[in-house]
């Protein structure tokens, strides 16, 4: 079946270290990937997506690129601040249509 | 940017009990809006989609009579469980698909229920 698979958190940081999340994913066709975040009380925010394979998404000095070859999306960020700290969540979408599988979230807590 | 909201953020009934969650959508029209249930550490998992004027579509395993779904606008769904009991608690999301071209999609705060 489709399912996305994300490494275990919590992830603690130190402010300014490099971020990897990995995640990964097993899919019948060829989905759209994105990353969610959720901030401590509130609803998940898109943070990224690639609709294709050796896509780059990339957002708030965040990336992701889509890697058909390992069925990867893993996550980076280069520097790491406080108020990155939130749950993570790797997705894929089958059809275009919102209809998300979610991984099982990555917890980030980032210390000055 | 487009808003989800969910209300009640936060309730708790007692057994036996029905309680109804709202999702609306704030600045734009949604055809089309999905409900999530997600346990403590856990993912989100799908329970159904719900469009604007037809009956909901749910996914294996979710009962259909337990969890009541209406979409009776462009602009709000509502999720009913009905004869609450201790399982059923959980953290319920929705999120909605904006209509157009693009389709982007935004997520509720979520709504935290617990059943006593």
């Known amino acids: 079946g489709n399912s996305v698979t994300q490494m275990e958190g919590p992830v603690t940081l130190s402010e300014e270290a490099f971020l990897t999340i990995n995640c990964t994913y097993t899919?019948?066709?060829?989905?759209?990937l994105f990353w969610y975040v959720q901030y401590p009380g509130e609803g998940l925010q898109l943070l990224l997506k690639a609709t294709k394979a050796d896509d780059k998404g990339s957002n708030k000095g965040f990336e992701a690129t889509y890697r058909k070859e390992t069925t990867s999306f893993h996550l980076e960020k280069g520097s790491v601040q406080v108020s990155d700290s939130a749950v993570y969540f790797c997705a894929l979408d089958l059809n275009q249509g919102g209809k998300l599988i979610f991984g099982q979230g990555t917890e980030l807590s980032v210390k000055p | 940017g487009a808003v989800v909201s969910q209300h009640p953020s936060w309730v708790i009934c007692k057994s036996g009990t029905s309680v109804k969650i709202e999702c609306r959508s704030l600045d734009f029209q949604a055809t089309t809006m999905f409900w999530y249930r997600q346990f403590p550490k856990q993912s989100l998992m799908l329970m159904a989609t719900?469009?604007?004027?037809?009956?909901?579509?749910?996914e294996q395993g979710v009962e259909k009579d337990k969890f009541l779904i209406n979409h009776a606008s462009l602009t709000l769904s509502t999720l009913t469980v009905t004869s609450a009991h201790p399982e059923d608690s959980s953290f319920y999301i929705c999120s909605a698909r904006a209509s157009g071209v693009t389709g982007e999609l935004f997520f509720g705060e979520g709504s935290r229920l617990t059943v006593l």
């Open positions: 719900s469009n604007e004027g037809s009956k909901a579509t749910y």
């Open positions: 899919a019948t066709g060829y989905p759209s």
